[in-house]
């Protein structure tokens, strides 16, 4: 039995304990089913790199959330984010075979969306938030806060592989350039999201949609994204090589990531994981 001092409190009241099942991304957006994890093992040796597998029968989640917290945030925002989700899913045949394609969104409730890529954000940390955090999660739980300044700035592409990757906030170093770009990453086919604490050069063909957190709760927009196309098959964040230049399986050699890994953490997404579907399902009226 787990001491009471480690049980993990709620990502958003940080009160509770963490006693439900948080989908990320939320389970009305096909987040169902069998799929197969993939992660990096954070016991793996230092100089080799080795993944482990386990297999989930009912979607990817982790335990981020009080019932309190889930229910909330799931009311508020679910809906709004699976309609938005659904038309990303309806511009994926246009345009299939260049760079990039336009997404049409359609009276969109810009704020409750971000809301809910933010809860996403928090509940993807291996870790409990930061204290510097305290705006974002108030932003969450507050349904009319604004996005704080100190918010990360939120990207989108459109992911066109079938697997999905989930990346906790994290530095990555340039060796060459001597850039560090802390960012987190949340990626489930069709919606990549990126959450960058920097406005880099390499996140300029993305959609920079941090703007949405400041309309109000009932504001509804309609808008047409350009978006780059861009592959997902290593749990490494911004790595959009092909799958035969990743098959190695190891990350970009001039690259170094620096992670905040709990001390005894099971989690699979201390180190990012990527999830796999043998099928996609449809995205149907369940929320997570």
């Not at 809860?119 to 938030?129: G, H, I, K, R």
């Not at 993305?206 to 290593?234: H, Y």
Request: hydrophobic fraction near 35%; glycine fraction near 4%; aromatic fraction near 12%.
């Amino acid at each position: 039995m787990n001491d009471a001092s480690n049980v993990q409190r709620c990502k958003l009241c940080m009160k509770r304990p963490a006693s439900s099942r948080e989908h990320i991304p939320p389970r009305a957006t096909s987040n169902i089913g069998e799929v197969e994890i993939i992660f990096i093992d954070a016991k793996s040796p230092t100089n080799q790199i080795k993944y482990k597998t386990i297999h989930s029968t009912n979607g990817f989640w982790v335990p981020a959330l009080c019932e309190k917290c889930n229910n909330k945030t799931g009311s508020r925002y679910g809906e709004a984010y699976k309609h938005f989700v659904l038309q990303f899913s309806e511009a994926v045949g246009f345009e299939e075979s260049t760079e990039y394609v336009r997404v049409r969104l359609r009276n969109i409730y810009p704020l409750r969306i971000l809301k809910q890529m933010f809860s996403m954000f928090l509940c993807a940390t291996p870790f409990q938030p930061a204290p510097e955090w305290k705006d974002i999660r108030e932003f969450v739980l507050k349904r009319d806060k604004p996005l704080p300044s100190n918010a990360p700035f939120v990207y989108l592409y459109l992911n066109a592989s079938k697997i999905g990757r989930i990346v906790p906030c994290c530095g990555i170093w340039d060796l060459f350039t001597r850039k560090t770009l802390v960012v987190s990453e949340i990626a489930w086919p069709p919606v990549g999201i990126i959450f960058s604490f920097q406005d880099d050069e390499q996140l300029a063909k993305m959609a920079n949609i941090t703007e949405w957190g400041q309309f109000g709760f009932n504001d509804k927009i309609s808008v047409t994204l350009t978006l780059p196309r861009l592959q997902v098959c290593t749990p490494y964040p911004l790595d959009f090589r092909t799958t035969i230049e990743a098959m190695i399986g190891q990350p970009p050699s001039h690259l170094a990531y620096l992670f905040h890994v709990p001390f005894k953490s099971e989690s699979p997404v201390n180190l990012g994981a990527i999830i796999r579907k043998s099928e996609r399902d449809t995205v149907d009226q369940q929320d997570g």
